[in-house]
């Protein structure tokens, strides 16, 4: 069995770490979605743009720690996480840029 040595550890730390800052960034641009305190910005753009934030945070995990911590995982439901978030990611960006432009 291969054990991680110390630069792995500092890359699924430091992985884990940028991941639940964009989860925190998420929940935060979410809670704000309810109040927003710029009134230029509707609220939709902080819905979509917490929405965005965390499929990133998942998207970051998925692909930096899980795949790294469980290198035998089945590759279809990983594959599938991967492309959900990523089409999540890209969805919630694609309302933010079409929600300015128009």
């Known amino acids: 069995m ?4 110390g630069a792995g550890r500092v890359g699924i730390i ?12 998420g929940v ?6 309810c109040a927003p305190p710029v009134p230029a910005v509707p609220p939709w753009a902080w819905t979509a743009g917490g929405v965005s934030f965390l499929a990133m945070a ?5 692909a930096l720690v899980a795949d790294r911590m469980f290198p035998h995982a089945n590759p279809w439901l990983s ?12 969805g919630g960006a694609g309302c933010l840029v079409g929600g300015f432009l128009l």
């Open 2 to 5: 291969r054990t991680m040595v």
């Open 14 to 25: 430091a992985a884990t770490a940028w991941s639940g800052a964009l989860a925190l960034a």
């Open 28 to 33: 935060r641009a979410l809670m704000l979605s």
């Open 58 to 62: 998942h998207l970051v995990f998925c």
């Open 79 to 90: 594959t599938a996480a991967h492309v959900v978030a990523g089409l999540v990611l890209l």
